[in-house]
């Protein structure tokens, strides 16, 4: 990841302080771990359903679209920014725009916090679901949920 990175602020010519790599790193595995959390839910997710590759490029889709990192969430309706407000890689997106245009450090803790509890929110979630899909299962006899 770094290599890409170093190989990005090559091409783009973006100089950074040596010092903004570190917490761009924990603010990206934070940010990881929060997408994960939402990767699982899509994944248990699909346990009920036969056409699960649509409902994971749909919600992927919706995913980078509501996360500010194609398009900006100033230019956005206001209900875009309130549902982009519950998907992870929002905040991440956020702080790493923040630290890399303007080397603003005001709101780390805050927005770290945040994505942090709702990557563990989304894996409480996909567990209660995966016990549920593993429940149904053992009652029907069949790992076919429909």
């Known amino acids: 990841m770094e290599v890409i990175f170093l190989f990005g602020m090559l091409v783009f010519q973006i100089k950074l302080p040596f010092t903004t790599f570190g917490v761009l790193i924990i603010i990206w595995m934070v940010s990881i771990f929060s997408a994960c959390g939402f990767g699982l839910i899509i994944g248990s997710f699909c346990l009920w359903s036969p056409s699960m590759h649509m409902w994971s490029n749909l919600l992927a889709s919706l995913l980078l679209l509501l996360s500010g990192a194609n398009y900006s969430l100033e230019a956005m309706p206001v209900w875009v920014r309130i549902m982009a407000q519950c998907v992870p890689l929002t905040r991440g997106v956020e702080l790493t725009k923040a630290i890399i245009n303007s080397e603003d450090y005001s709101k780390v803790d ?21 016990k549920y899909a593993e429940y149904l299962s053992r009652i029907k006899g069949t790992m076919d949920l429909d």
């Open 110 to 130: 805050s927005l770290l916090t945040q994505e942090f509890l709702l990557g563990c929110i989304g894996f409480l979630i996909s567990l209660v679901m995966i």
